[in-house]
T-cell receptor, first 113, second 114 residues
Framework: SQKIEQNSEALNIQEGKTATLTCNYTNYSPAYLQWYRQDPGRGPVFLLLIRENEKEKRKERLKVTFDTTLKQSLFHITASQPADSATYLCALPSNTGGFKTIFGAGTRLFVKA | DTAVSQTPKYLVTQMGNDKSIKCEQNLGHDTMYWYKQDSKKFLKIMFSYNNKELIINETVPNRFSPKSPDKAHLNLHINSLELGDSAVYFC?????????????FGPGTRLLVL
């Protein structure tokens, strides 16, 4: 069955460094992949979508890559700031169709000043 | 202006009670969703409606009944609440059902069943 794996351990980095989060998936070839940000006590907020024919997508300090051979997406935040501290979720369309989105459990990022 | 709003934000109730959560979106979207986020933080789809029509109905106990009076509203009624229903429930909306549509989430309703 379809599986999405994100590093369950929190990622701690120093302000100014680049944070790299990983999303791996199995038993599936999704047409696109999305990244969302979730702050404590709030709903997820959409950040970026990357399609299977795109290797890389950028938005300000964010960069997402999509390697369909490795079945992996990397999410980078350059020049990280304490305000970037949050949980980041990757999301894929369900391989059973039906317009469903499957979310990973997320990786918690802490950026220290 | 709040794009997707939910009420109440917190709900504490006894086992066996019936409760409702309301959701409204002012984005003019055609599609609305209910998700459940459990203590392990997994966000799982429960239901989705498109133009007031039920599209997705996951393996959810029939104690949960969604109702969409119009495109802008999707309410969730829960009968005979159980301890395991304790979770955060998120409402979301998207322009339509096309693949890759951005979903806009509400602030969540924190349900605690005692």
């Amino acid at each position: 069955s379809q599986k999405i794996e994100q590093n369950s351990e929190a990622l701690n980095i120093q302000e100014g460094k680049t944070a790299t989060l990983t999303c791996n998936y199995t038993n599936y070839s999704p047409a696109y992949l999305q990244w969302y940000r979730q702050d404590p006590g709030r709903g997820p907020v959409f950040l970026l979508l990357i399609r299977e024919n795109e290797k890389e997508k950028r938005k300000e300090r964010l960069k997402v890559t999509f390697d369909t051979t490795l079945k992996q997406s990397l999410f980078h935040i350059t020049a990280s700031q304490p305000a970037d501290s949050a949980t980041y979720l990757c999301a894929l369309p369900s391989n059973t169709g039906g317009f469903k989105t499957i979310f990973g459990a997320g990786t918690r990022l802490f950026v220290k000043a | 202006d709040t794009a997707v709003s939910q009420t109440p934000k917190y709900l504490v109730t006894q086992m066996g009670n019936d409760k409702s959560i309301k959701c409204e979106q002012n984005l003019g979207h055609d599609t609305m969703y209910w998700y459940k986020q459990d203590s392990k933080k997994f966000l799982k789809i429960m239901f989705s409606y498109n133009n007031k029509e039920l599209i997705i109905n996951e393996t959810v106990p029939n104690r949960f009944s969604p109702k969409s009076p119009d495109k802008a509203h999707l309410n969730l009624h829960i009968n005979s609440l159980e301890l395991g229903d304790s979770a955060v429930y998120f409402c979301a909306s998207s322009q339509d059902l096309q693949g890759g549509e951005t979903q806009y989430f509400g602030p969540g309703t924190r349900l605690l069943v005692l």
